[in-house]
């Protein structure tokens, strides 16, 4: 079995040399920390899992029912994933640079139609910190979105 703090050399940068050190999460968290943390970790994921998972489903039925609109370039990048996941989450949209009026109203209609596209509200305003691991994964959902457009074509 490997040494679980293991230094590990990576290639060499020029006169640079990088390191990186494995080291096991229970010894870096707090003991004060440590009870609620993998629930706390598990609760958070989960969410962000589903209110991407709505984002996506809205967003491929508008794609579907709207292939030839100029809004759909916006579906590579972040800020457009975000601004549809606060849809989603019902919440104030903060960045509508990239959420374009016909988008919006889109919503407003698929959510008439399907309810359930809004996630629960109330478990949202319980979730605090959720925006940091909520813009990283829409930098993802953006991303992959590129590549299927780009593999595609």
Known sequence: MKDPIETKKDKSIGKVERFSRKVYLESVIRHDYAAGFGDRVT???SFIRNVVICA???VNSY???NYESGD?????QQNFWYSICQLIMDTKVTN????SNSIALAFDEFKQKYPSIVYNTELGAAIKGYSNPLTAT???VATTYVLNVTNTV
């Open 43 to 45: 609760f958070l994921s």
């Open 56 to 58: 996506q489903i809205f």
């Open 63 to 65: 794609v579907c029912n």
């Open 72 to 76: 759909l370039k916006a579906i590579c």
């Open 96 to 99: 509508k640079t990239f959420l």
């Open 138 to 140: 829409c930098v993802t």
